[in-house]
């Protein structure tokens, strides 16, 4: 062997690429831990009846139906609709009974006597 | 001068006007006296409690998903149906319509538009097949009888709902929703009604959607001389109208606001915590009120009757005057008039 040493040929790594991977497999750790404490449960809870609402107990999905927004959401829209309506058909209630009052009196009135009215427009008397 | 008017409804359509009617006000009468329970008491136990109750309408329920269903499908595949399709289409005369209405009223027009007018008259020529306040009905009662049919089959089964929201309250949501998309339909029968109940030209009842078209005589004014008005005034008041058209004016204001009433204080979802009596305020006057209110829509099933029983006397009539000259046995013809 000479004296010389020659290292081989090896295309390295970028240090940027270092720097980014070294930071993600930081990252995916630290959240990966992160994430599993959620798992962490105080070990006296474990196989526990909860009873209650909160815990998940009798009743709980009644509560849950009984507030989901987005029904709770429909029937708002629906009692709108419902006034706005209601608004509206009280207005054609009334526009419809003042123009029949007008066009009442256009009419002949009980009682009243227009023979000549009739033959006056061209009309056959019967 | 009874028969000035066109006809407008075919024969099917006044079958199918009076069918959808008759099953509206059975699905009315019960569906309220379930939502207003403690103000239709009565009603609740004239037809037969909360079972019999139910019963009529899941099959007057039936009868109307039968008829939307019938009636889609003749308007798709019969030409006449297809044909009146841009008749219903509401445009910008139906808007002026409406304006030159507020105007009449006001006194500042001496006309209804045609697109308003239900006495057509001498003008019958210048009317299109629907104002504008049918063209309003035939598009929101449509919207609202298909929102009501598909709630109304998802309530169906409340236990099929409760598994798919996986919770039994969230069927409750949907029984309210049925209910409360109704009143609307509810106040616009009120009205539709007195509109077609009141007019002081047809009064007590339009003949327009119960005596078939091909049954009306039609009158063509001579063609030289347009006439001016529609000649409603060449027709007698009828001497009851100013006091019956008053009352029923009112009883329709008084029913539509409690209806309304009712309905915003009648919660149903969320369940409430506490058992309410009725789930509303328990008024005197409301409960009066919605009484009312059924008392209007009971006078239009007793009208839709009334203007079935016209029709079967019309047909008589005209039969009569067909057979007239050919019953001839050596008696006297009477004279006709045309």
Not at chain 1, 25 to 36: C, E, K, R, T, Y
Not at chain 1, 91 to 112: I, K, N, Y
Not at chain 2, 118 to 142: H, M, N, R, T
């Amino acid at each position: 062997m000479s004296g010389r040493q020659e290292t081989p040929e090896v295309s390295g790594y970028a240090r940027s690429h270092v720097a980014i991977s070294a930071v993600v497999g930081i990252l995916v750790a630290g959240l990966s831990v992160w994430w599993a404490q959620g798992f962490d449960i105080f070990y006296e809870s474990l196989y526990r009846v909860s009873p209650t609402v909160e815990g998940g107990g009798i009743g709980a999905d009644w509560v849950f139906g009984n507030t989901i927004p987005s029904l709770d959401f429909l029937i708002a829209l629906v009692h709108a609709a419902d006034v706005l309506m209601g608004a509206f058909i009280l207005v054609m209630v009334f526009l419809h009974w003042a123009a029949f009052r007008r066009l009442a009196d256009r009419m002949r009135q009980p009682g009243e006597e227009r023979g000549e009215a009739v033959a006056a427009d061209g009309g056959e008397q019967r | 001068m009874s028969n000035l008017d066109h006809g407008k409804f075919t024969r099917v359509t006044t079958l199918f006007h009076s069918l959808l009617g008759l099953d509206v006000f059975l699905l009315f009468f019960t569906g309220y006296a379930i939502m207003f329970n403690d103000e239709l008491w009565w009603l609740l136990a004239v037809m037969g409690g909360a079972s019999g109750v139910t019963a009529i309408h899941r099959i007057t329920g039936i009868g109307l998903i039968a008829l939307i269903v019938f009636w889609i499908v003749l308007q798709i595949i019969s030409p006449t149906g297809r044909g009146n399709f841009s008749e219903i289409l509401p445009g910008k005369d139906d808007f002026d319509a409406f304006v030159q209405d507020v105007q009449f009223m006001l006194g500042r027009a001496d006309e209804r538009h045609p697109n308003a007018r239900q006495f057509a008259g001498y003008k019958a020529d210048e009317v299109p097949l629907l104002s504008y306040i049918g063209k309003g009905v035939v598009f929101i009662f449509s919207i609202e009888l298909t929102l009501l049919a598909i709630s109304g089959l998802l309530i169906w089964s409340k236990t099929g709902l409760a598994a798919m929201f996986q919770t039994k309250a969230a069927a409750m949501a949907f029984v309210t929703f049925h209910g409360l998309l109704g009143v609307i339909m509810l106040m616009g029968v009120m009205f539709h009604v007195f509109e077609h109940g009141f007019h002081p030209a047809f009064y007590p009842v339009e003949t327009k959607a119960f005596i078939p078209r091909s049954m009306v005589p039609e009158y063509h004014s001579d063609e030289d001389e347009e006439p001016d008005t529609t000649g409603i005034e060449r027709l007698s008041l009828s001497p009851s109208w100013r006091t019956m058209s008053s009352i029923f004016g009112a009883l329709t204001v008084i029913g539509i606001v409690s209806v309304l009433i009712g309905s915003i204080f009648d919660e149903g979802y969320p369940v409430p915590r506490e058992l309410a009596i009725g789930g509303g305020p328990t008024s005197i006057l409301l409960t009066i009120g919605i009484n009312v209110g059924i008392l209007v829509l009971g006078v239009g099933l007793v009208l839709s009757m009334y203007g079935n029983v016209l029709r079967i006397r019309w047909e008589r009539q005209m039969e009569e005057e067909r057979e007239g000259p050919a019953a001839t046995d050596g008696g006297r013809e009477e004279p006709s008039d045309d």
